[in-house]
């Protein structure tokens, strides 16, 4: 009888744990051969996480100076900066740096005398302008590579913001000694070299370089300052409701806990004579 | 068994269970109610700026707001006399005309039909303003409903003018 | 009772016109007697119908906003999670409930497995349920397509692509399934239609699994009928209350999940828009698919006549439809496992295998169970020279222990347990003695007399 039940609950948790595992390591998998990624520490994990303000504005200002030239953030309206500490005024400036295809005018004329479409200056309710009119465009100016749109990249990744970091600040010029990499690996020409991007050959040349900005606050713009601030401010683009979610989960939990502490107690009271 | 004498006694324990059960279910059924609410990017287009450059007197241009057509209108010395001669005793739906512009000459309001919701016709009417097709309501030049089945005057938005010749509507 | 409130006097008035509290009562309420030694594994039925409420009520609230067409389906799901008022709130309940929905119906199977709970008579309750469980399965399946993300496009490439494996009709099939000839916008937009129609199919079959429920009533850990009025409570308030304290534990784990880790049990892939042109590293199921994933793929070889891929399509349906014949598998005298030692085992051991086949379903099936790499097979290079030749055939590498050979015995214990050792164990297993009664468990060491006393047949 003891052995039974040993046995029995020896599986039962090997059970649990496999299963555990399993749902886990479809994560890892699809990582697509990449080494593990360095862990970081992010304001905006765990379940008091939020974002760090300063640390989102320097990430807009390197995504607005270097990555906004070759990757859209079709999924973000200039209005949502507002969320992260931008008044409507800073939102409406932002914005008005950029033009939007503004569509028939009263003519009828959807095109200027020289053939150009018709803009009109963006406002804070317009998502934000995307660099190439379509994707056949983006993949003609770049070699073929489409630049992928960074609305979701945080969540398109598994650990995807150790895995923007990672990439960011992975770049190499040759591939390092100790690098391990596949026998018959060859650098292709106009790829560059990247520790952590999937095969290790990255169309995208290092884009940060450091002091590729010069940060309204002051900080020094290191390559992984930059590469922090960027990846902070992507999260948040990918994830804008992680602060009210986080907030609001606390106090859902809090209650239901007294809520199911009550029907325990209930629960006793009233089985209390069957027992 | 004590707690059970024929439930007459109400016992604190369920009624403090079934008040926190009740406040989680309507708790919880809030956000399937406020999603309905207009959301973050239809509130974005609640307001709309219109530049008033381009229009000449005695012109109108049409420009939607908060999915409506809203009429904005260059109106000519004659039109604004003719509407401020009116007097108010002969209007369904009294108002002066000084109290629907803000400025002069632009009239700006919403092209909805007070009657049924259909939208009236430009220069058209018995009172050179507009008229709804739908059931004969006519309007003067200062959009003032004069005739017809129509109950009040077409309404005017907020609006403000953030210089000469741009205005904020809502 | 002649003070009755204004309340009972309204119930009344409707209860004789329209008896539905009446119903009520012996549905749920003081007038349906329960096994009184139910324990917590009973709770799984009533929660698996709070997650199906939960899912309908979020879904309807989604698809106010939600735009089945290619082009604009992802962009809506991201205006719900964006802009939409607790858009992104619903959209993650919605997510991590299907996940949930099958957490608790797994559960609630396998209660049932342990218990005998589909044994005579309940096996049409049982056949009920696995009909439900299929339906689950296409609404899952379907509703993941909607958000047209990576994942969504090729799951639904792959799964719609099984039945090419059918013989002479299959192709045809698969145009009829997609209205063209790829997944594409009609694909998207039939899959969207009956994803809204099937939870409402799942609702009337719920009414069935209850009614069929209610003919002979909850079976009980003891497995044992029960006898008279000492055996049995009032489900209200008995089991009411104790189903309320389920649902709030339910909640405390669900909500974990949907305010701290939203994504976990999702796939990054799917934050990508599907693109028809890119296949993804690894197309990887839902987890609640993955052992049945595995079956599919662990057919790598022609059975007689049958085609690999025909035979994987077959076994995977046949996984969960060999539970339909089950009631009719077993003919052991005792239900409960409490009873029978060797099926107890035998119970544990299937889960075991359940759980590595959903492993080995989330692997690459060529990769090494236990190594980090397959070795490759050593060739000296005269060998090579003559294998150029052709005077000698490639050398075969050393055999390798990989998740598709993982998967095949999984697939063929998953088998053998259902159709060899279930009827095995029905004829042979010598039972423990069953307790007279559920309100006289049996005291002390089991009597050789007790071991007569058999299931009575109701």
């Known amino acids: 009888m003891m052995v039974a039940t040993s046995v029995k609950r020896w599986l039962s948790a090997a059970a649990f744990g496999a299963l555990a595992l399993g749902t886990a390591s479809t994560g890892v998998m699809a990582a697509g051969g990449a080494v593990d990624l360095p862990e970081q520490e992010w304001s905006f994990e765990g379940i ?119 990439l960011l600040t992975g770049y190499y010029d040759e591939p390092p000694e100790d690098f391990d990499l596949p026998e018959d690996f060859e650098m292709m020409a106009g790829l560059s070299f990247n520790a952590y991007f999937p095969g290790h050959q990255i169309a995208m040349a290092p884009p940060l370089y450091g002091d590729d900005v010069e940060y309204a606050d002051g900080t020094e713009a290191t390559i992984e300052q930059e590469a922090r601030d960027v990846t902070a401010f992507l999260a948040w683009a990918a994830e804008p409701n992680l602060e009210r979610r986080k907030n609001m989960g606390i106090k859902v939990i809090l209650f239901l806990i007294v809520m199911t502490g009550l029907f325990y107690a209930s629960k006793r009271k009233i089985w209390r004579d069957q027992h | 068994m004590a707690d059970d004498d024929g439930g007459s006694r109400r016992d604190f324990l369920y009624i403090a269970t079934g008040a926190v059960a009740g406040v989680g279910t309507l708790a919880a059924v809030w956000p399937l109610i406020d999603q309905m609410n207009p959301s973050k990017d239809v509130l974005a287009l609640a307001t709309t700026e219109v530049d008033l450059s381009s229009i000449e007197e005695g012109q109108s241009v049409t420009v939607m707001w908060r999915g409506k057509p809203v009429f904005i209108r260059a109106r000519t010395p004659q039109e604004i006399d003719e509407a401020r001669a009116t007097p108010l005793d002969q209007l369904k739906d009294p108002q002066s005309d000084q109290d629907r512009v803000v400025k002069d000459p632009w009239l700006v309001m919403v092209g909805v039909c007070t009657h049924l919701g259909c939208v009236p016709v430009g220069d058209d009417g018995d009172y050179d303003g507009w008229y709804c097709p739908c059931h004969g309501s006519h309007y003067d030049t200062s959009g003032r409903i004069r005739k017809g089945p129509a109950p009040e005057n077409l309404p005017i938005p907020e609006y403000v003018f953030l210089d000469d010749t741009t205005i904020r509507i809502g | 009772m002649s003070n009755a409130s204004l309340g009972t006097r309204v119930v009344r008035w409707i209860d004789y016109r329209m008896p539905i509290f009446t119903l009520l009562d012996h549905a749920v309420g003081s007038g349906y007697p329960t096994p009184k ?73 396998f209660r049932g497995l342990y218990y005998g709970s589909y044994r005579e008579p309940r096996e049409l309750l049982w056949i009920i349920g696995v009909i439900i469980l299929l339906c689950m399965m296409a609404t899952a399946f379907m509703g993941y397509v909607l958000p047209w993300g990576q994942m969504s496009f090729w799951g639904a490439t792959v799964i719609t692509n099984l039945f090419s494996a059918v013989p002479l009709v299959g192709d045809a099939i698969v145009s009829w399934l997609w209205g063209g000839f790829s997944v594409d916008n009609p694909t998207l937009q039939r899959f969207y239609s009956l994803h809204y129609l099937l939870p409402f199919v ?257």
Request: proline share 8%; charged share 15%.
């Open chain 3, 202 to 458: 799942i609702v009337g079959l719920v009414v069935l699994h209850i009614w069929a429920l209610h003919r002979f009533g909850s079976n009980n850990p003891l497995g044992i009928d029960t006898k008279g009025d000492k055996d049995t409570i009032p489900f209200h308030p008995y089991y009411t209350v104790k189903d309320l304290f389920g649902m709030g534990v339910f909640f405390i784990i669900f909500f974990a999940f949907v305010f701290y880790a939203p994504n976990y049990l999702g796939h990054p892939d799917n934050y990508i828009p599907a693109d028809p042109l890119v296949t993804p590293a690894h197309i990887v199921p839902e987890w609640y698919f993955l052992p049945f994933y595995a079956i599919l793929r662990s057919i790598t070889f022609d059975v007689l006549f049958i085609p690999a891929k025909l035979m994987g399509v077959i076994l995977m349906f046949a996984s969960i439809l060999v539970l339909l014949i089950l009631p009719w598998l077993d003919r052991s005298p005792v239900r409960s496992a409490k009873f029978r030692p060797i099926y107890k085992q035998v119970f544990w051991l299937l889960l075991v295998v359940t759980v590595i086949l959903g492993i080995v379903g989330a692997k690459t099936p060529s990769d090494p169970v236990f190594a980090d790499k397959c070795p490759v097979a050593e060739v000296t290079e005269e060998e090579a020279a003559a294998i150029a030749r052709g005077e000698m055939e490639e050398k075969k590498p050393p055999f390798c222990f990989q998740y598709v050979h993982l998967g095949q015995i999984g697939t063929a214990y998953y088998f053998l347990h259902f159709l060899v050792l279930i009827p095995l164990l029905g004829r042979f297993e010598k039972t423990r003695p069953l307790p007279p009664s559920i309100s006289e468990p049996v005291l002390g060491g089991g009597t050789a007399a007790g071991a007569a006393v058999t299931r009575e047949k109701a």
């Open chain 3, 37 to 109: 030694n139910l324990s917590y594994w009973w709770n799984f039925g009533s929660l698996a119908g709070l997650v199906l409420v939960i899912q309908i009520a979020t879904g309807i609230v989604l698809a106010m906003h939600y735009t089945p067409h290619v082009d604009m389906a992802f962009a809506s799901v991201e205006r719900i999670m964006r802009d939409v008022n607790f858009g992104w709130l619903i959209r993650y309940v919605h997510a991590n409930g299907a996940s949930a929905f099958f957490v608790v119906v797994y559960i609630h199977i």
């Open chain 1, 48 to 166: 008091f996480g939020h974002f760090d303000r300063g640390e989102v504005q320097r990430g807009l200002q390197v995504y607005l100076n270097v990555c906004a030239s070759c990757h859209g953030l079709q999924y973000v309206a200039y209005r949502d900066l507002g969320d992260i500490g931008y008044d409507e005024d800073q939102v409406k400036a932002i914005a008005a740096q950029y033009e939007v295809p503004a569509g028939p005018n009263q003519d009828g004329e959807t095109h200027d005398a020289d053939g150009y479409p018709l803009m009109r200056t963006a406002l804070p309710s317009d998502r934000f302008v995307s660099p190439f009119p379509n994707e056949n465009a983006a993949a003609a100016m770049n070699g073929g590579a489409v630049p992928p749109d960074l609305s979701l990249m945080y969540k398109a990744r598994p650990n995807g913001a150790d895995y923007i970091y990672a």
